[in-house]
């Protein structure tokens, strides 16, 4: 695995990667399985992104981008989510709100995470990653989250789910 790709130089490097790998998966499971109501705000730019070359704006610390297969399976899977799983929300900015964050997530009514890292590989650049904690402002982010951004300023339900279908489809 990662010794074929010139990432561990030796068996100990491999089983210490391999680890990080096993806490990855667990972490998507987590996300797959949570009951706890999510919203994700996407823009359809990044995503497009995402679908040509399997890159995230916030891909960094070696990992390489996703495989065709990967991508097909990671899209494949947030559109079956977003169907079958009731607390997972997946949406997509209109284009023309003239809003370009990259990705916006409401978790649980209450922890907002504002992200718009856009590291492209450049750990030397900006990154961005805003956690809001302060209850008050929280409280204001959710209402404005939940109340403009989600009532006006999204695809709705099966406009979203046809980007997801289109992006599958153009993933080589």
Not at 3 to 17: H, K, V
Not at 159 to 172: F, G, N, P, S
Request: hydrophobic content about 35%; charged content about 25%.
């Amino acid at each position: 695995g990662f010794m074929q790709l010139g990432m561990a130089p030796n068996d100990e490097s491999e089983a210490l990667i391999g680890q990080f790998y096993d806490i990855h998966l667990k972490r998507w499971e987590n996300f797959a399985t949570k009951t706890k109501v999510t919203h994700t705000v996407f823009t359809r730019k990044a995503m497009e992104r995402f679908a040509r070359t399997g890159r995230q704006s916030d891909h960094f610390f070696g990992m390489r981008p996703y495989t065709p297969d990967e991508r097909r399976s990671i899209l494949t899977a947030l559109r079956e989510m977003a169907v079958s799983n009731p607390y997972f929300n997946v949406h997509f900015l209109k284009d023309s709100t003239g809003v370009d964050p990259g990705e916006i997530t409401l978790y649980d009514g209450r922890g907002v995470l504002l992200t718009c890292p856009g590291t492209d590989y450049d750990l030397g650049g900006d990154h961005t990653e805003v956690l809001i904690t302060n209850e008050s402002f929280a409280d204001k982010f959710r209402d404005f989250y939940l109340h403009e951004l989600l009532t006006g300023h999204v695809m709705g339900y099966h406009e979203t789910l046809a980007v997801l279908d289109e992006l599958i489809r153009m993933i080589e």
